[in-house]
């Protein structure tokens, strides 16, 4: 495929930044977007008057400014000739606002392109994120009204992942234990101490066998990429990352789908990461360093599984014994990950595109994995029915 540069990137720490419900934020979402993309492009060496095409993530309700995407780009001075789009389709947004930049650059309509996108939802009532919650896992009319959250969903895959592997709740908990541990040197991350295992299984449970520490808290956050052909990020002479193979893959289920299938399979993640990873000539075993979009502990695991990372069976093993974390063979989710990094759902993907960058580049800080020279990043659509994949690499 025509290759794709990534060559300026900038984004706020992930956190509240609405002190309590109903509370005013600090900074309007287009004061605070706008910080950020400004950045990004300054890193790349360009202005907004060389931007092309900007593809932004839908924001949240809580956002008053309806058509966003337009008024942003107002805000910053742009004038397109690709696209000015918002996407939305539940976890995946990120993903879907980098591949539909990047499309943009590669077909043509983009000399550069912009992939953004503001959360500011922490000052959302807890009956609104409840009710968006329901209505997303299954049908609105005969499944909504029993009351499943996308949690309670990700929960029958650890009540089954247990109950078929003999895995216990503690060692699947020992992916939150390495979230903090590579989040405490990521100064973008939410939860940055470190976690001790009795902590986290002494938690109130949220849905069981899962946790408060085992599920992602609510967080805001900001962050853009710049986008532009390898041939012009080399012109630029600013240090950059190639996508070098991009897969999708649909299992045809919704979260709750309506007739029987394997729950902890994530057949869709197996698919798009085999499609990335052949249109970058490499095999899973080429691949130093991935970010999994996993909103759980035990997502982390099934994804890993399904990849091909670890046996299916054995993902959470491998958690257990250290081979997921600092000073292991198979790292994953050096930013500390959903749990750690911290989840605003519609702009995770992009978070993870941006570490796999500093990775790539370097710049990652005492959390820098020597030698890493190809990465891979896969995000759902909601509990992996759909997943997004994409391999990233240095650019020569």
């Known amino acids: 495929m025509p290759g794709i540069a990534i060559i300026g990137a900038a984004a706020t720490p992930v956190g509240r930044l609405a002190p ?10 287009h004061e605070v977007l706008g910080a950020v993309a400004l950045q990004a492009m300054s890193e790349a060496g360009i202005t907004p008057r060389d931007i092309d095409s900007a593809v932004f993530t839908a924001p949240p309700p809580t956002t008053r400014q309806l058509g966003f995407g337009s008024f ?7 004038r397109l000739r690709g696209q000015l789009a918002e996407v939305q389709e539940m976890g995946i947004t990120g993903g879907l606002a980098f591949d539909q930049a990047a499309a943009d650059v590669m077909l043509g309509r983009a000399d550069f392109a912009l992939a953004l996108g503001v959360a500011i939802q922490s000052g959302a009532d807890s009956g609104m994120a409840m009710d968006h919650s329901v209505r ?3 049908d609105v009319d005969f499944q909504s009204p029993f009351g499943l959250t996308p949690i309670a969903w990700y929960a029958f895959d650890a009540a089954r992942y247990m109950h078929e592997t003999g895995a216990t709740r503690a060692d699947i908990a020992h992916v939150a234990l390495k979230s903090r541990g590579f989040a405490r040197h990521n100064p ?5 101490e470190p ?7 002494r938690q109130p449970m949220v849905v069981e066998p899962l946790g408060r520490l085992e599920v992602p808290a609510r967080a805001d956050g ?5 986008l532009c052909s390898p041939e012009r990020a080399r012109a630029l002479g600013v240090p950059a990352v190639e996508v070098t193979g991009r897969g999708f893959a649909s299992d045809g289920h919704h979260q709750m789908g309506d007739h029987h299938h394997d729950i902890t399979a994530f057949p869709a993640a197996h698919g798009a990461a085999a499609a990335a990873l052949t249109e970058a000539r490499c095999s899973i075993k080429d691949i130093d360093i991935a970010e999994l979009y996993a909103p759980c502990t035990i997502t982390e695991v099934l994804v890993s599984e399904a990849l091909g990372m670890f046996p299916r069976g054995h993902g959470a093993a491998a958690a257990r014994e250290g081979r997921t974390g600092p000073g292991g063979d198979r790292p994953l989710n050096t930013s500390g990950g959903c749990l750690a ?8 993907a992009l978070y993870g595109l941006l570490e796999l960058r500093e990775q790539l580049l370097g710049r990652a800080g005492a959390r820098q994995l020597q030698g890493a020279r190809r990465g891979l990043h896969i995000c759902e659509l909601g509990n992996y029915n759909a997943a997004l994949a994409h391999v990233l690499e240095r650019l020569a």
């Open 136 to 138: 997303v896992v299954g």
């Open 188 to 192: 973008l991350a939410q939860f940055r």
């Open 72 to 78: 942003m780009a107002a805000q910053l001075g742009l």
């Open 222 to 226: 900001a962050i853009c990429l710049v």
């Open 195 to 201: 976690l001790g295992l009795d902590e986290v299984l």
């Open 20 to 29: 309590r419900a109903g509370a005013m934020a600090e900074g309007f979402d």
């Open 341 to 348: 990094r911290g989840h605003p759902p519609s702009l995770t």
